[in-house]
């Protein structure tokens, strides 16, 4: 049970560059969520998603795009890498029970993204 | 506009003693209350959660408590040892209609033997 998994855990674009951070999950939850930690804002909300087909905006959408083709994969596409994107990325999965109920959020380690 | 406070100053205690970490929120209802702690360069672990209709919530030597009309949580750490030193992060869940959490910017505390 590997549990959250991003790749690639560090990256180094170029201003107008394009890449896709991958966010895979084996726990078969229906809730994925992306966040970006920058030092002294904590973690803003950018996409989430309750279920395969399903994707709504966060806080902080702008420059981001995502799909949610199967439960497993969630990955968050930056369209044109701007300075302003450097930031640490997590990606974080979590499941209510048949009764409604909701559960904490398992996170993957992060993917450490510098935009030169 | 909502607003999380989580107190941004550094909490440092002696080991042994209890840590008392606030969350307080504005604008805001949520449904359920959850606290995370943060090691640095890695990604946030949960710890606890609390529902609306519940007062107070224990796990070994954690402690939470959540006051809907005072808008806010408490989060205890009794006997506190240096392993406890980490950032502890507070996050708000709406509930049903939107399912991600919205975080305070954390407290960092600091343990000393």
């Known amino acids: 049970n590997a549990g959250v998994t991003q790749t690639p855990k560090f990256q180094v674009l170029k201003t107008g560059q394009s890449m896709t951070l991958q966010c895979a999950q084996d726990m078969n939850h229906e809730y994925m969520s992306w966040y970006r930690q920058d030092p002294g804002m904590g973690l803003r909300l950018i996409h989430y998603s309750v279920g395969a087909g399903i994707t709504d905006q966060g806080e902080v959408p702008n420059g981001y795009n995502v799909s949610r083709s199967t439960t497993e994969d969630f990955p968050l596409r930056l369209l044109s890498a701007a300075p302003s994107q450097t930031s640490v990325y997590f990606c974080?999965?979590?499941?209510?029970?048949?009764?409604?109920?909701?559960?904490?959020?398992?996170f993957g380690s992060g993917t450490r993204l510098t935009v030169v | 506009s909502q607003k999380i406070e989580q107190n941004s100053e550094a909490l440092n205690i002696q080991e042994g003693k209890t840590a008392t970490l606030t969350c307080n929120y504005t604008n805001y209802s949520p449904a359920y209350l959850q606290w995370y702690r943060q090691d640095p360069g890695r990604g946030p672990v949960f710890l606890l959660l609390i529902r609306e209709n519940e007062k107070e919530k224990r796990k070994e030597r954690l402690k939470v408590t959540f006051d809907t009309t005072l808008k806010q949580s408490l989060f205890h750490i009794t006997a506190s040892q240096p392993a406890d030193s980490a950032t502890y992060l507070c996050a708000l869940d709406k509930g049903a209609g939107r399912r991600a959490l919205t975080f305070g910017s954390g407290t960092r505390l600091q343990v000393q033997p």
């Open positions: 974080a999965s979590s499941y209510s029970s048949t009764r409604g109920l909701h559960y904490g959020y398992t």
